[in-house]
């Protein structure tokens, strides 16, 4: 078992910046995919970028451009810089991570923009 805690989130200004980062609790835990999904207030949980750990990434058609997913795979950590935000970009970001049919889930960190 493995859990993953989120840090990063808050408030910023449309046009603004923020870096997500997301650590697995066992840096020896190889999870073969890591990324990032959200869900905004009455909407579904959305995709937003994911990355293996040979690198290979996918990013959702919103967010291309603007957000950049990495990984640090001897932390077991993943990343979301997170730039030209819009406040259609608010919502809670859930780190993922997946090992072959078993999904894991952080709790989630708030991600405000302003107008």
């Known amino acids: 078992q493995v859990q993953l805690a989120e840090s990063g989130g808050g408030l910023v200004q449309a046009g603004g910046s923020l870096r997500l980062s997301c650590a697995a609790s066992?840096?020896?835990?190889?999870?073969?995919?890591m990324g990032w999904y959200r869900q905004a207030p009455g909407k579904q949980r959305e995709l937003v970028a994911t990355?293996?750990?040979?690198?290979?990434?996918i990013y959702s058609d919103s967010v291309k451009g603007r957000f950049t997913i990495s990984r640090d795979n001897a932390k077991n950590t993943v990343y979301l810089q997170m730039n030209s935000l819009k406040p259609e970009d608010t919502a809670v970001y859930y780190c993922?991570?997946?090992?072959?049919?078993?999904?894991?889930w952080g709790k989630g960190t708030l991600v405000t923009v302003s107008s």
């Open positions: 990355i293996t750990s040979g690198g290979n990434t």
């Open positions: 993922y991570g997946k090992n072959f049919a078993i999904n894991y």
């Open positions: 066992r840096s020896n835990f190889n999870i073969q995919t």
